[in-house]
C-alpha cells in the first residue's frame, strides 16, 4: 500500500496567480499521476509524472498550464498557472506501486479561484 | 480503453448485499476492470480488480461474464459506511495505459438503515 499527503489541503487563489500543490508518498514509488475533479464531475487525468522522465499530459493539458515536478520517488508537484476560476477544482495526485495494478490516491487539494 | 456503463444510482438497505452491474462491451483482451470508490470529499480507493475469472477480497467480489462484456461488484454485507460513488473503469495492464484510470460518472450508491 502507500499513503500520500497532500498540501496545502484547500486554498482560495486569486485569478492570474499561480498555486504550487505538493505531494507527497511515504515509499518509493516510479508511477504518479495527477487529476482534476471538476465540482460535480469525475476525476479526469491531467498528466503521468514518472520519476527520470518528462512529464506526459493528456489531451486537453498542457505543461505550460500545469507545470509538474518530480525530483525524486516519493515527491512530486503540480502548479495551476495563471488561474481563473474554471480551475476550481479539487486536484488529486496517484500512485501505482511496483509490482501492483492497485492505485492510491491523495486527499485532493481543493481549490478555489475568484 | 474500452467505455463503461453504469447505472447512475442505486439504493440498498443496510446488512444486505449490494450489486453493482457495469457494462463494458468493447473490453478488449488485455484489459483488466478495476473498481474503485469514492467516499464524500475523499479520495478515490481501490476495491478490487480482475481480468476474467471471479475475484474476492476483503471488501468485496467481482463476477466477470465469461465473455467478459459486463461484471458486477458485490459488497456482501453493505454498511452505512459503503454510501459512495463506485466506479468501475477498464484499462490496460501495460505499455503506454497502464495505471491510467479513465473515471466514468459511476454509481452513486445510497445505503439506508
Known amino acids: 500500500s502507500a499513503v500520500i499527503s497532500q498540501k496545502p489541503s484547500r486554498d482560495i487563489c486569486q485569478r492570474g496567480t499561480s498555486l504550487t500543490i505538493q505531494c507527497q508518498v511515504d515509499s518509493q514509488v516510479t508511477m504518479m499521476f495527477w487529476y482534476r475533479q471538476q465540482p460535480g464531475q469525475s476525476l479526469t487525468l491531467i498528466a503521468t509524472a514518472n520519476q527520470g522522465s518528462e512529464a506526459t499530459y493528456e489531451s486537453g493539458f498542457v505543461i505550460d498550464k500545469f507545470p509538474i515536478s518530480r525530483p525524486n520517488l516519493t515527491f512530486s508537484t503540480l502548479t495551476v498557472s495563471n488561474m481563473s476560476p474554471e480551475d476550481s477544482s479539487i486536484y488529486l495526485c496517484s500512485v501505482v506501486p511496483q509490482g501492483t495494478y492497485e492505485q492510491y490516491f491523495g486527499p485532493g487539494t481543493r481549490l478555489t479561484v475568484t | 480503453d474500452a467505455k463503461t456503463t453504469q447505472p447512475t444510482s442505486m439504493d440498498c438497505a443496510e446488512g444486505r448485499a449490494a450489486n453493482l452491474p457495469c457494462n463494458h462491451s468493447t473490453i478488449s483482451g488485455n484489459e483488466y476492470v478495476y473498481w474503485y470508490r469514492q467516499i464524500h470529499s475523499q479520495g478515490p480507493q481501490y476495491i478490487i480488480h480482475?481480468?476474467?475469472n471471479n475475484e474476492t477480497n476483503e471488501m468485496a467480489s467481482l463476477i466477470i461474464t465469461e465473455d467478459r462484456k459486463s461484471s458486477t461488484l458485490i459488497l456482501p454485507h453493505a454498511t452505512l459506511r459503503d454510501t459512495a460513488v463506485y466506479y468501475c473503469i477498464v484499462s490496460g495492464a501495460g505499455g503506454t495505459s497502464y495505471g491510467k484510470l479513465t473515471f466514468g460518472q459511476g454509481t452513486i450508491l445510497t445505503v439506508h438503515p
Open positions: 480482475g481480468l476474467k
